[in-house]
């Protein structure tokens, strides 16, 4: 290969085909002869008004005359415009633009002969390499390696620069392609030929493989894959899987959770294959469940796994659903999967039971279902229903329920039975409130029921509504129009803001409408009533347990007014008071991460804050994180305000493992609380975590060109490529055309100038020189 064909690699190289071919013809101004003409004529014409010549000799006349002539030439010669049109074939500069994959995963083994995947691309890049020698002859060739990035490659006389070894961690061919493409743009592209294994395993691709390939196809670039490795189904692509586990659970402590992932089985069709779930609790003790048996049915299958357990403490769990390891198995980092459950507390369980699809059913059970410490169990007691009472007995047994609430019921659709077992529950200790309603309280028929005993209130021995839909409201059991709530003194039910805030948030809270018409008993303490001493909210005490009446039912109106988080706040104090649980109204710290496992190297985000008991936020304190390594020392993390909470970022730099954020919230040198939560930097090798070669990904992107003549080649078809190539150098011949035209350039504007000029001063001076002027 000579000194000039090598040079030929880096410029491009634009060759005469065959001599040009010219023609003449005439642009006249305007684009009229007719014109130019008449001018000309003119011009003429002056000829015969000239002056007389006849005191100088006819030869000296007859040089004026020819003089003149010249003159009118040359203006018919600047009005005509002569033009000169040259069309020529030229070579045009061409591209062939080849890449390779020198990622870890074409460490893997080849399709066939037990080497790798490297050392089959490695040989069909030498196979070609004569080839590409003498292509570069007359084209550019630019040759890369790629992995995450786009890496030039030098193509010397003896030979092509390859690396010695596959190291590149991630695999993004989709941006590494559209960089190769956008170094071409403008040029004769005669083909992109793509040699690796398919994978893409960039954790953050700037562009997608797909979308690289149609902007190929855009530029009508012949794009041609070859692919190295195992089909799918080869047994030299035998792998379990674990997929599909969520990242994190909530449950309250001894509710049973069900876990669920799949396992993806390829290379162990009709093989039993072991699956277990590893429970880490808070104190880091661990135990094992199963294992259980996984059988694949056909190649590639995914069979869905499920298993159960109960927690038994609150605290943050670790659970890793495992596959064990099969014999043949090249990759076993992706046999296991992780996910964290975080066990809540004090969970509360409560059962509402509704008698109409009105009032406070809707909002009500939206603000509870809120809060993560509330477990709610709704339930719509159908008045018009057979067998109505047997559906509240079922849901009184379906759970050992802390709070029960009643909305519009009628006593005797609730059967004499399960209110007996109502006073029995409030009686060993746990909670009732009953909400206002046509068929609450006395127009329900309560008064006669063991429930008389259990509420705070009286209800008149004439106090009855028929609960027939049909039959119409008794007005007096009913105080009517709006009724501004108001709490009577600070109670934890009623308290929703700190100090002095409390009775300003109050006041702004839209007026309920209507309540029903209830007394007091001596033992009840009113906690809310509204103007003209009307009994809105009565708390009192049966046996172990706490009762509420709610005369209203229209509390709906603070949320659909836009005041949601006051009626949150509200139903939720209501329920821990009822339950004695003032406790879970304490400082809540927490932290929030948008997930929980996370590829090395990404950027881990989270949120932090705290609110008080009232429900209010914390910003007036001090906030401090730190990220806690499994091994290592604590790791502060700096926090910026955002709104009413905190961001946090953790560094890019760590390890895999299991990592703890700490949130300490203080003031004043009080610790008011603190929160942790824990994520998991996968230890997850992603270019060796698939030893399948993508086949379909490569001839789907090759396929996207076929209109300009890519396709999918085999290693064994390259240097027929190459002649192929070869061939289509005529492509690269394109005609070229050039245009003289008089006056379009300085110089010949300049000539032309200079001669008119130069003509007129010797006919003037002649005629001077002779006594004609």
């Known amino acids: 290969m000579t000194a000039g064909a090598v040079a030929a690699l880096n410029r491009p190289a634009i060759m005469a085909a065959r001599p040009p071919m010219t023609q003449w013809n005439l642009n006249p101004i305007l684009n009229s002869y007719s014109l130019v003409a008449v001018l000309t004529l003119g011009l003429v014409l002056l000829l015969l008004v000239a002056p007389s010549y006849k005191r100088i000799s006819a030869r000296r006349r007859a040089t004026l005359v020819l003089l003149r002539a010249m003159l009118i030439l040359l203006i018919l010669l600047g009005m005509l415009r002569p033009t000169l049109v040259s069309t020529s074939r030229q070579e045009q500069s061409g591209v062939i633009v080849i890449m390779f994959d020198q990622s870890r995963s074409m460490q893997l083994p080849g399709a ?29 060739v630019e040759l890369y390696a790629y992995d995450q990035q786009l890496h030039p490659i030098d193509f010397h006389t003896d030979g092509m620069a390859l690396p010695d070894e596959p190291l590149g961690e991630q695999t993004d061919l989709g941006s590494t392609l559209h ?69 994190q659970y909530t449950v309250f402590v001894k509710n049973e959770l069900t876990i669920k992932g799949s396992v993806r089985v390829r290379g162990y069709v009709n093989q039993s294959i072991p699956v277990s779930l590893l429970i880490e609790d808070p104190a880091g003790n661990q135990r094992t469940l199963g294992p ?75 603000s509870l279902d809120a809060a993560v410490d509330i477990q709610l169990d709704d339930v719509f ?52 409130m009953m909400i206002g309603g046509f068929n609450s309280f006395g127009p329900g028929g309560y008064q006669k029921t063991p429930l008389a005993d259990v509420l705070p209130i009286t209800m008149g021995r004439f106090e009855r509504q028929d609960p027939s839909s049909t039959t119409p409201v008794i007005r007096d059991l009913h105080v009517w129009g709006e009724l501004k709530m108001r709490p009577t003194e600070r109670h934890p039910v009623t308290t929703l803001a700190a100090g002095e805030k409390n009775q300003l948030v109050w006041d702004s809270l839209p007026p309920l409408k209507g309540a029903n018409k209830v007394g007091v008993k001596p033992t009840g303490r009113i906690l809310a009533d509204a103007p003209g001493d009307v009994p809105l909210l009565v708390a009192g005490a049966y046996g172990r347990g706490r009762v509420l009446a709610f005369a209203g039912n229209s509390t709906i109106r603070w949320w659909q007014f836009g005041r949601q988080s006051e009626h949150r706040r509200f139903w939720r104090q209501v329920v821990l008071w009822l339950a004695s649980r003032e406790d879970l109204a304490k400082h809540d710290v927490w932290i929030q991460l948008d997930q929980r496992r996370y590829n090395p190297g990404s950027t881990i985000s989270f949120t932090a804050g705290a609110t ?21 020392p604590r790791l502060p993390v700096s926090l910026a305000a955002d709104d009413d909470q905190f961001a946090g970022q953790v560094p890019a730099v760590m390890g895999p493992g299991d990592y703890l954020v700490e949130l300490r919230v203080t003031r004043g040198g009080t610790v008011m609380g603190t929160a942790r939560t824990t994520f998991q930097i996968l ?62 350039t300085a110089l010949d504007s300049w000539l032309l100038l200079l001669m008119l000029v130069g003509t007129l001063t010797a006919e003037w001076f002649l005629r001077k020189k002779w006594g004609l002027v």
């Open 112 to 140: 066939t002969g037990g080497n790798t995947r490297w050392q089959a691309q490695q040989a069909a890049l030498r196979a070609i390499e004569d080839d590409l020698r003498e292509l570069a002859d007359r084209l550019r």
């Open 179 to 247: 960089e190769a493409v956008q170094r071409e743009l403008g040029q004769r592209v005669l083909g992109i030929i793509v040699l690796g294994d398919g994978a893409q395993t960039a954790f953050t691709p700037q562009v997608e493989v797909q979308q690289a390939a149609r902007d190929v196809a855009r530029l009508q670039y012949p794009l041609y894959t070859v692919a190295f490795g195992p089909v799918g189904n080869s047994a030299q692509a035998r792998d379990v899987v674990l997929e599909n586990l969520p990242e």
């Open 292 to 366: 259980q048996p996984v059988n694949a049915r056909e190649e590639g299958e995914q069979i869905p796994v499920t298993t159960t357990f109960i927690p038994d403490t609150p605290g943050q769990y670790k659970v890793t659903l495992r596959a064990a390891e099969q014999p043949g198995e090249l990759v076993t980092r992706n046999n296991e999967l992780s996910a964290f459950v975080t066990v809540l507390e004090g969970g509360l369980r409560v059962l509402y039971l509704y008698g109409d699809l009105l009032g406070e059913q809707r909002l009500l059970r939206r």
């Open 381 to 432: 007691v159908n008045p018009n229903r057979s067998g109505r009472d047997m559906v509240v007995a079922e849901a009184l047994r379906a759970a050992d329920f802390d709070v029960v609430l009643i909305e519009n019921i009628d006593a005797t659709v609730l059967g004499e039975e399960n209110n007996r077992r109502l006073q029995s529950l409030v009686e060993e200790g746990k909670g009732l």
């Open 612 to 632: 008080a008991p009232t429900g209010e936020v914390i910003t007036d304190a001090d906030f401090t994180a730190e990220i806690i390594p499994q091994d290592g």
């Open 683 to 744: 230890d997850r090798d992603v270019e060796l975590s698939n030893p399948a070669t993508d086949y379909p990904l490569m001839a789907r992107i090759a396929n996207m060109t076929r209109e300009s003549g890519g396709e999918p080649v085999a290693a064994e078809q390259l240097p027929a490529l190459m002649r192929k190539l070869q061939d289509r150098r005529d492509e690269l011949q394109i005609e070229v055309q050039t245009k003289w035209q008089l006056g379009d």
